[in-house]
């Protein structure tokens, strides 16, 4: 049987350049670590590496999220945590102004005028802002003023709750969200309460031991512990949730940590068997190349 030079001549280079392409691959794999380069490859386990990739960045988002919404927690645990301060410093303040007899007219003139300083201080802290510029406790409103001033109402209305108590809502795990929020709509009414006692510790002529002022000072103590043990909650509420997502937190990482050391196991290369087949390629392609080279030197008059 003959087989022409041309004929010869395709299949050695076709065997040749296919001996290439494998060894390139396997350089490739050896230059990457990784087994798998392209789908192809193993349909099979490029999807199960495809699942696994999917569900870690998910878990990186959700991790993200959490980090995120800590700081906001904390950022709002403080917050109300200072607006406690300031109601205790009110309580003892109205409860001095309630011993009607032991303070003069002086005395009950600086309780106003520091029961003003606090009221204001309140009134500012609960319409704090995120560095967005979004209010903090206004619910998902969180472009409206949580409490508004109308400096032309009667005192004793002056202050309303501009936003709402719908909970922000983050995705910190598959089918798992936290609030990122606290509405404080108890605030306004609190500075309302203030505001009339004030105004009547304010008054010119004040009688202290009048029923109506001793009234107006008790509905303001009512009205601070009620909301000092609201915000109080709501600080506990906060601390809680904080503990919450650093557990989800770790278990996530965890989670993480499975899928990419699963990842690794899929697609990783044995790089002694890489190392084995790469020089197996070179050795017969060295070989090939060199039969090649001495076949094609041969001719018919060589057999003469």
Do not use: C
């Amino acid at each position: 049987m003959r087989i022409a030079s041309t004929q010869y001549s395709a299949t050695m280079n076709q065997a040749l350049q296919l001996a290439n392409s494998h060894m390139a691959d396997l350089m490739q794999q050896m230059a990457t670590g990784q087994r798998i380069l392209k789908p192809s490859d193993e349909p099979v386990t490029s999807v199960r590496l495809s699942r696994l990739e999917r569900e870690d960045a998910a878990l990186s988002q959700y991790r993200d999220n959490i980090g995120a919404l800590r700081t906001r927690l904390t950022k709002n645990e403080s917050l109300m945590e200072g607006m406690n301060k300031d109601m205790q410093q009110v309580r003892d303040l109205l409860v001095w102004a309630a011993d009607n007899g032991g303070n003069s007219n002086a005395d009950v003139a600086a309780m106003a005028s520091s029961l003003s300083a606090l009221r204001d201080s309140l009134y500012y802290s609960v319409n704090s802002r995120d560095d967005e510029g979004h209010y903090l406790f206004s619910g998902t409103a969180s472009d409206k003023a949580t409490v508004t001033f109308n400096a032309a109402g009667a005192a004793g209305s002056r202050y309303a709750f501009g936003g709402n108590t719908n909970p922000q809502l983050v995705m910190v795990g598959n089918g798992v969200t936290q609030a990122a929020n606290v509405s404080l709509d108890e605030m306004a009414t609190l500075l309302n309460q203030l505001d009339s006692t004030i105004a009547i510790l304010q008054a010119p002529g004040l009688d202290i031991s009048a029923p109506a002022t001793q009234s107006s000072i008790r509905g303001s103590l009512d009205m601070v512990d009620s909301t000092m043990s609201s915000v109080t909650a709501k600080i506990a509420q906060q601390g809680g949730a904080q503990n919450t997502l650093q557990s989800l937190d770790d278990s996530h990482a965890n989670v993480s940590l499975s899928n990419q050391q699963a990842a690794l196991t899929l697609g990783q290369l044995d790089y002694g068997k890489a190392a084995v087949e790469l020089n197996g390629y070179t050795i017969a392609v060295q070989a090939t190349q060199k039969v090649y080279g001495r076949v094609s030197q041969l001719s018919l008059f060589d057999a003469l």
